[in-house]
């Protein structure tokens, strides 16, 4: 029996021994350290991002010298995300904490409130910068005559506290280059020791950006169809850069749910316009894409907004250029 009992031990430990290996390889293969399993390094700058396409883009210019932890895990939409107590932790014990900003985390004030007392950790918003959008009436709660967003514009100083802004800033190549250089900045200021690697990364990062955001550029001027309509208000910033016009099934928050009226609204838009496609994103569930679309008579497609990356994503090794790309074939099939 004692024999019995020492080889059930063994086996015992083999196994989880086994699951600790595989658990390791599986938050590897995530591409994405998030606050859960990753620890403050000392002898580098730690850096805190909130979301994907921040943490993309640190990660590029941080390189070795960084160690960069992203608060939201991998298969989460970031509109309703909240932190929790063990990103409190890390972030007071951080030298930079990351955020997009435009009203995107709305998390962000109480957050750094809540921070340690003694914290050294300097706070960004990487869209500072970036020339913002507004949507009228529609804060992604409240549905009226402007929910259709296509007259969206551009929020000087004086009109932001008037109107909601859009904080989909990164899903232009052309905001995502402000981005990066604001983020190469912050990374500068707080480890100047490391300002040449920095830089080169950086530099790396704006030419493959410039060279997508021309490739958008060239690819859309050519079509002639100009419409899309997307489940949520998160493409403004796409379609302003790139002569695109948006309308949205929901509004600047995905959970903000249209009225049926919408619906009928934007199923004559569809018709009239000559609409082939219902675009919808893989975070964010397709039921009232394809509902719209049923109603129309159209087919469904992916545009995916790169507020996150699915588990699937993850594993097969897709980032913010493979997702944009595909952003593009799917409009260029869409328009054409």
């Not at 086994?18 to 606050?35: E, T, V």
């Not at 992604?140 to 009109?159: K, L, Q």
């Not at 893989?282 to 109603?295: I, N, R």
């Amino acid at each position: 029996m004692q024999h019995t009992s020492k080889r059930g031990q063994t086996r015992t430990k083999w196994l989880w021994s086994s699951l600790l290996i595989l658990s390791l390889l599986l938050l590897s293969a995530c591409g994405q350290s998030n606050s859960e399993s990753a620890k403050i390094e000392e002898g580098k700058v730690n850096v805190i991002t909130s979301f994907y396409p921040v943490y993309a883009f640190t990660t590029a210019i941080g390189g070795e010298d960084a160690n960069v932890i992203n608060l939201l895990p991998t298969g989460v939409e970031p509109h309703d995300w909240t932190p929790k107590s063990q990103d409190i932790v890390n972030t007071s014990k951080a030298q930079l904490f990351l955020y997009n900003g435009a009203g995107l985390e709305g998390w962000v004030p109480n957050f750094l409130k809540s921070l340690n007392s003694d914290t050294q950790v300097k706070s960004v918003a990487v869209s500072d910068g970036v020339s913002l959008l507004t949507a009228e009436g529609d804060d992604g709660h409240n549905h009226g005559e402007e929910h259709e967003d296509e007259h969206a514009e551009e929020a000087g100083t004086e009109d932001v506290a008037d109107h909601h802004v859009d904080p989909h800033t990164w899903v232009s190549p052309k905001s995502a280059i402000v981005m990066a250089e604001n983020i190469k900045n912050s990374l500068v200021e707080v480890d100047p020791d490391h300002q040449d690697g920095y830089e080169q990364r950086y530099e790396e990062l704006r030419t493959k950006l410039e060279a997508l955001d021309q490739r958008f550029t060239d690819e859309l001027s050519k079509v002639s169809n100009k419409e899309i309509v997307v489940s949520h208000q998160a493409f403004g910033y796409l379609a302003r850069d790139y002569g695109l016009t948006q309308h949205a099934i929901m509004g600047l928050s995905p959970d903000a749910e249209p009225t049926g009226q919408d619906i009928v609204n934007l199923s004559k838009l569809v018709k009239e316009e000559g609409i082939k496609y219902i675009f919808f994103e893989e975070l964010v569930s397709d039921k009232l894409a394809k509902t719209l679309a049923g109603e129309a008579g159209v087919e469904t497609m992916v545009l995916n907004p790169v507020e996150g990356l699915t588990k699937e994503q993850a594993a097969n090794g897709d980032d913010y250029f493979t997702l944009m790309e595909k952003n593009l074939q799917n409009l260029l099939i869409a328009l054409k």
